[in-house]
């Protein structure tokens, strides 16, 4: 197991969150400039110029969708020992979850909740639609001391150096599991923790952000 307390060095950790932000928008982002080349050429016909002008539209919802869940999830949103609503956080994720294969079913309840309790449940519920890549279900669950995820689907996967992140192992990390580690650290920074495990056929992830329910120190 992996030492909670070894943490990866500031400077580095926002490079790391910079590159899976630059990959994530590189696809939409990229479709824009496509399809703005194909409209800036006069030679193209009607029928090539409304799917230049579908594909313009796709990639900018998409790259705005990206944009504001990044805001929340990984940037300085809401100030220090601020609270966000919940609400935000399902808008933000219903929005991005019209770009995957996975469809959300959420069952948070409503109001204000911490900081970093609505930025891990953000972090986790998007990498719990990777784990469904044919398509499926990710159901996101408020618990008492934090929330429940369960990923299911024709195929579940769940990636070991995911796992690693959550935990806090932060040697070889790739910029693609950054954003697993920042949610292990804000629950343990809350006394919690945070786990991850693939059992009867689907991904549950577990996070808890009380003391008494430190889950990585009792793995």
Not at 92 to 119: I, M
Request: charged share 20%; with cysteine; glycine share 10%.
């Amino acid at each position: 197991m992996s030492d909670p307390s070894a943490t990866l060095d500031p400077v580095a950790l926002s490079a790391l969150l910079a590159s899976r932000l630059c990959h994530d928008l590189i696809n939409p982002v990229g479709a824009i400039g496509s399809g703005l080349e194909v409209l800036d050429d006069d030679s193209m016909d009607a029928a090539m110029r409304d799917a230049a002008l579908d594909l313009v539209r796709s990639g900018g919802g998409k790259a705005i969708s990206l944009l504001k869940y990044a805001r929340i999830a990984y940037g300085a949103a809401g100030g220090l020992g601020a609270e966000l609503p919940m609400e935000e956080a399902e808008t933000l994720l219903c929005d991005l979850f019209k770009w995957t294969k996975a469809t959300l079913v959420w069952r948070g309840r409503p109001g204000l909740a911490a900081k970093e309790k609505v930025k891990a449940l953000l972090i986790l519920a998007y990498a719990a639609s990777d784990c469904v890549p044919r398509g499926g279900v990710v159901t996101v669950v408020e618990t008492p001391d934090g929330f429940s995820i369960t990923a299911e689907g024709q195929r579940v996967i769940l990636n070991e150096e995911f796992v690693r992140a959550l935990e806090g192992e932060c040697a070889d990390l790739k910029p693609k599991f950054a954003p697993a580690y920042v949610a292990g650290l804000l629950a343990r920074a809350c006394g919690g923790g945070v786990a991850a495990t693939l059992e009867d056929g689907k991904v549950v992830m577990q996070a808890d952000f009380a003391p008494h329910a430190a889950l990585a120190a009792a793995r």
